[in-house]
């Protein structure tokens, strides 16, 4: 069993940077691919970023790649999702998801653990 716990975001002007962290409790933690997703009002819940088991591989969606950067601590078992350059496009609850799999894939029926989420409000 993991546990996901979110912290981090919040509100921020257009342009502006904020940073997830999502630490995780379980002893594999090391093992598990780790993603993020965003759910904005009215809108399905979408892919934001991934990172392997081992932080080799990382993929982004392309309306965040160049601004966006997944990290991994395994030390400290958890990730941080960098954001910068902020869109309102970019307003959600952001999700953090563990899989199993170990890949950090980038599809939400691959994740197994969810976290509560974590309000992030851009204003133009």
């Known amino acids: 069993q993991v546990q996901l716990v979110e912290s981090g975001g919040g509100l921020v002007q257009a342009g502006g940077s904020l940073r997830l962290s999502c630490a995780a409790s379980g002893r594999t933690f090391s093992r598990y691919g780790m993603g993020w997703f965003r759910q904005a009002p009215r809108k399905e819940r979408e892919f934001v970023a991934a990172?392997?088991?081992?932080?080799?591989?990382?993929t982004y969606a392309d309306s965040v790649k160049g601004r966006f950067t997944l990290s991994r601590d395994s030390a400290k078992d958890t990730v941080y999702l960098q954001m910068n350059s902020l869109e309102p496009e970019d307003t959600a609850v952001y999700y953090c998801a563990a899989e199993t799999g170990g890949l950090g894939r980038s599809y939400i029926r691959d994740y197994d653990y969810w976290g509560q989420g974590r309000q992030v409000t851009v204003s133009s």
């Open positions: 990172i392997s088991w081992n932080g080799g591989s990382t």
